[in-house]
């Protein structure tokens, strides 16, 4: 492991401390005063520092070392963190995170605004309001005048712990902690004339755990009356497990009538020293006495404020050194015991220390995702190829024999269970996602002069990893967008009779197979007068149009379309509630809105576990297969000749409910045909497309809808206009995946390539 | 190296299903419909390890067993024998004529595999 290494696992180490530094504080503002939560977030805080001292980031340091000392602060009862201590500290975090990544990545941060933050965490420190620290001057580079002790290197309990390098290689318990047995097994002959062996029966109990094997040879004649295939040895076996004497017994199942067996649980006898597979650590036991010291002793210890940076930079090198034993510990499993040579007064810390060290590892293995995707990719032929194989035995019906059957049948099963585990590592839950856009409240809260409060729910629903990734933008806009046009200001929602602060929930849940992510605000709601005025201004809807709440409602879908009287850079950015459709359509995701007036909207997607699949409509054009999304697809229907229009040359409308919608032909439009198809021979497939208007798509006939595997075109071939990737059919050939939006694109006379006339075909 | 294990039953469905899971594990596997056919293809085979039913036409599962231990080359080759049911008389008669182990049926893939894994190297 070279530094960059552990460079990389100290930034996912901050990561992981940066969400429980927010986690923890919102809990302290919403009233929680366990001093548990102080503490989590106060280790938080302090481990960035140990860390990012080791590696020389300055500027994280000092930020955190400020943040720390404040923090301290609450953590002696000294500060009470209340709302206004809490907003500034939450606003901190975000800057301890931008300094991090700017650690990571090389960017620059506000510098302004980290300054303006340890100004107000300084005055925070020092018992005066934050405001002060605002209207005051500030001083170049004031030096943080500690009021208080800094903490102390034992406050954190460093604790060296022995463990032992033969871990790393097994996943069992330490065995000091586990029940020892104490087995005598002496095979009979018959044993072996049964063809089993005692090495098997050995090789099967040392699975159990770990075990220590002394074979008793005093049984064994002289040479001239030995018996070669007569058993002489009794092997006396001392095992540390935690399975049990049933599983112990399980071993010699076959072999209980042909050796005496004599299983005891050994009595509470410790396990002799050199009996442990512990290599000992060169560990100064000195020190180790040391560093344990009663964390009393520090108090005592009181040093004048000169010294303290002295100190400060060992309790750095300290921590370091105790990172990166934690590290190594999580790496591997918790520490099999503590220092046996330590001192009692430490023990019980160290114990302490061990359980911490033991919940927080979870066994887990770093992958990279280009492997995974290669597996997925691969994965993904197989069903192919699954289908391919039952086909064509289907086809050749060579009466098939039942092993053939039953092959394949095993060959599906097993198929899709593979295609669900390779689709189990990539999932993820959605939890960084949501953790982000607390923030996003925070900042747009401020930006508007707004109170709002964030709830998470679900943040363990799990899915595919690529949802997630893109899966931040569309909900940080409609964050956004729910607190700056949702929720009202304070002054109104008093005079509606609401609490002052709005609440924005944001839950995830699985449903039958798709992620269901539900945004609601308890702001004003959608203003159905106004947005149905300004479709009408838009020319969206007729002056006259009859249309249910729920059709008003979704009318902010429409491309361009913002009921903010005045664009605010917050929302608006160029950016329409459209965008998100599109985003979640993109992601094969569907979106929808419900609002009450008074009460607030709720957002409502439900996306796919996974883009690897999608669910498609089985079209024929022209002889071809063709997949249509079926997210894509609003309604199937059956053309009557009396709903067909045509006007100019080459047109056609079709009468929907009372609307027209434009007819667009498939087939001529891929160049599959020259000439037109008659809308009654087929079936119109009716779509929603960029900027929300409707398009009837003709195609011949739907062969039926099924879950396909999508394969990019653009990897394996080029692009092709309107073809948005393609799969494999069960029968072995391609179908290509149109890309609606395209296509109705290229209706709307912008052609997909110029070899594709558009012209009136006689 | 295959491990190379000899199923000896005279139900097809037994032996297809045997063939499946046996290769899906990474066996070779060899068949036979019954004790008769099993001791034929005995030297042929050359299995690390047998599986045998109990009830079969022409010879049974207990004269198969006794006939691969009379075979100074097998005579320790391990042998599982397939019981309907954990029938102790019949478990012990297997054991007397020579049977290393035995599996349940209708047999759970995963055992299967487990008990020829425990018996051989």
Redesign the interface.
């Known amino acids: 492991m070279d530094m960059n290494e552990i460079k990389e696992i100290f930034f996912q180490e901050c990561e992981e401390q940066l969400a429980e530094l927010e986690t923890g504080l919102l809990k302290l503002n919403d009233g929680d005063r366990d001093p548990e939560t102080v503490n989590a977030v106060f280790r938080a805080v302090h481990s960035i520092k140990g860390g990012a001292g080791a590696f020389g980031l300055d500027d994280l340091v000092s930020f955190a070392h400020v943040f720390e000392t404040t923090l301290d602060c609450v953590r002696s009862n000294k500060l009470e963190p209340n709302q206004d201590v809490l907003k500034v500290m939450l606003r901190s975090a975000d800057v301890l995170a931008d300094l991090t990544n700017a650690a990571r990545d090389g960017g620059t941060v506000d510098e302004a605004r980290s300054r303006q933050l340890i100004k107000e965490l300084e005055a925070l420190a020092n018992g005066e309001s934050p405001q002060a620290a605002a209207a005051e001057p500030a001083p170049k580079a004031a030096p943080v005048v500690a009021t208080m002790p800094a903490p102390a290197a034992n406050d954190e309990g460093f604790q060296p712990v022995a463990f032992s390098f033969d871990d790393f290689e097994t996943e069992e318990p330490a065995a000091c902690d586990l029940p020892a047995y104490d087995i005598v097994f002496k095979p009979k002959s018959d044993l072996?004339?049964?063809?089993?062996?005692a090495?098997?029966l050995l090789r099967?109990l040392s699975r159990l755990g770990q075990m220590s094997i002394h074979c008793d040879m005093d049984g064994l004649p002289t040479l001239d009356r030995m018996n070669p295939e007569a058993a002489y040895f009794t092997w006396k076996v001392s095992l540390k497990t935690d399975k049990g004497e049933e599983a112990i017994r399980s071993v010699f199942?076959?072999a209980e009538?042909d050796c005496d067996l004599d299983v005891t649980l050994a009595g509470d006898t410790p396990v002799a020293t050199d009996e442990l597979p512990m290599q000992p650590v060169p560990f100064d036991l000195s020190m180790l006495d040391e560093g344990a010291q009663a964390p009393t002793s520090a108090a005592q210890d009181q040093i004048a404020a000169q010294e303290r940076d002295a100190r400060d930079a060992a309790v750095s090198a300290a921590e370091t050194a105790s990172n990166v034993l934690q590290m190594a510990q999580t790496a591997a499993r918790p520490p099999a015991e503590a220092g046996r040579n330590a001192t009692t007064a430490s023990s019980a810390a160290q114990t302490a220390a061990a359980q911490q060290a033991a919940s927080a590892a979870t066994p887990t293995i770093r992958v990279d995702l280009d492997r995974v995707d290669r597996l997925i990719n691969l994965v993904g032929e197989l069903v192919i190829n699954q289908a391919m194989l039952s086909q064509s035995v289907i086809e050749n019906d060579t009466n098939g024999t039942?092993?053939i059957n039953?092959?394949l049948e095993?060959l599906q099963q097993?198929t899709r269970e593979i295609q669900d585990s390779v689709m189990a590592i990539r999932a993820q839950p959605v939890k960084p996602v949501f953790q982000r856009m607390s923030r996003i409240v925070r900042e747009i809260a401020d930006m508007t002069g707004k109170s709002v409060r964030l709830v998470t729910e679900g943040e363990n629903t799990e899915v595919d990893k690529t949802v997630i990734d893109k899966l931040a933008e569309p909900l940080t806009h409609m964050i956004r967008n729910a607190v700056d046009h949702g929720l009202e200001t304070p002054e109104k929602r008093l005079a509606a009779g609401k609490s002052a602060e709005g609440t924005v929930r944001l839950t995830a849940k699985h449903r039958s197979g798709r992620i269901v992510i539900e945004l609601a605000d308890d702001g004003a709601g959608i203003n159905r007068e106004k947005v149905r005025q300004k479709a009408i201004d838009n020319d969206l809807i007729a002056a006259d149009a009859n249309l249910s709440d729920e059709e008003i409602d979704n009318l902010i879908f429409h491309a361009g379309f913002s009921t903010a009287d005045k664009i605010s850079d917050i929302s608006g950015r160029g950016v329409g509630m459209d965008v998100v459709k599109r985003s979640i359509q993109a992601l094969g995701g569907r979106i929808n809105i419900s609002s009450k007036p008074g009460h607030g909207s709720i957002f409502t997607m439900s996306l796919p576990l996974t883009l690897a699949v999608l669910d498609g409509m089985v079209v024929t054009v022209a002889n071809q297969t063709l997949v249509v999304p079926l997210t894509a697809i609003v309604e199937t229907l059956q053309p009557e000749a009396s709903a067909i229009h045509s006007f100019g040359a080459s047109q056609r409308l079709i009468s929907i409910r009372n609307s027209f919608c434009p007819l667009v032909d498939v087939g001529r439009i891929l160049n599959f045909r020259g000439i037109q198809a008659n809308p009654v021979d087929g079936v119109a497939l009716l779509v929603e497309s960029e900027g929300g208007g409707q398009r009837a798509l003709m195609v011949d006939a739907i062969q039926g809808q099924r879950q396909v595997v999508i394969k990019s075109l653009e990897a394996n071939y080029t692009h092709v206009p309107g073809i948005a990737a393609a799969t494999i059919l069960g029968d072995g050939r391609v179908a290509l995946i149109l890309d609606v939006d395209a296509i109705v694109s290229a209706s709307r006379g912008q052609s997909l390539k110029p070899e594709i006339s558009l012209a009136a075909a006689g | 190296m295959k491990k190379r294990v000899l199923t000896v039953d005279d139900s097809?469905?037994i032996?297809?299903?045997l063939?499946?899971t046996l290769n899906?594990a990474g066996f070779e596997t060899i068949q036979a419909e019954d004790g008769v056919e099993g001791l034929e293809v005995l030297e042929a085979a050359n299995p690390d390890v047998i599986v045998t039913d109990i009830n079969m036409p022409r010879l049974d599962g207990f004269g198969f067993i006794e006939g691969v231990?009379k075979n100074d080359r097998y005579?320790?080759?391990?042998?599982l024998v397939l019981t309907t049911e954990s029938d102790a008389e019949k478990k012990n008669r297997a054991?007397q004529a020579?049977?290393?182990?035995?599996i349940v049926k209708p047999f759970d893939p995963t055992k299967l595999i487990d008990a020829i894994e425990?018996?051989?190297?």
């Open positions: 072996y004339s049964k063809g089993n062996d090495t098997l099967d199942e076959f009538w039942s092993s039953m092959g095993e097993l | 097809r469905t032996r297809n299903m063939l499946v899906n231990r005579r320790a080759v391990p042998i054991r020579g049977a290393t182990g035995w425990r018996v051989t190297a």
